[in-house]
């Protein structure tokens, strides 16, 4: 699949997360001491799916 003459990483990745969303994923799931939430194998998807939930329980613990 091409987007204006570049190709679309997620096509070409068979729709795996990102390198950057993995880091990011690690990270946020360590720092919400729910390393659970981290796995390799992840889809684009799932991993930005789990990315903004970790987000959002994190801004809320930093709420109190």
Known sequence: MQV???YDARFVLG??????QGLKL???SEEAY???QYA???SFGEAARR??????????ANSF
């Open 40 to 42: 390799r194998d992840l």
């Open 15 to 20: 729709e795996q997360m990102t390198r950057a």
């Open 26 to 28: 690690k990270r946020l």
């Open 51 to 60: 990315i903004q939930a970790l987000e959002a329980e994190i801004e809320l």
């Open 34 to 36: 729910q390393p659970g």
């Open 4 to 6: 204006q003459g570049k």
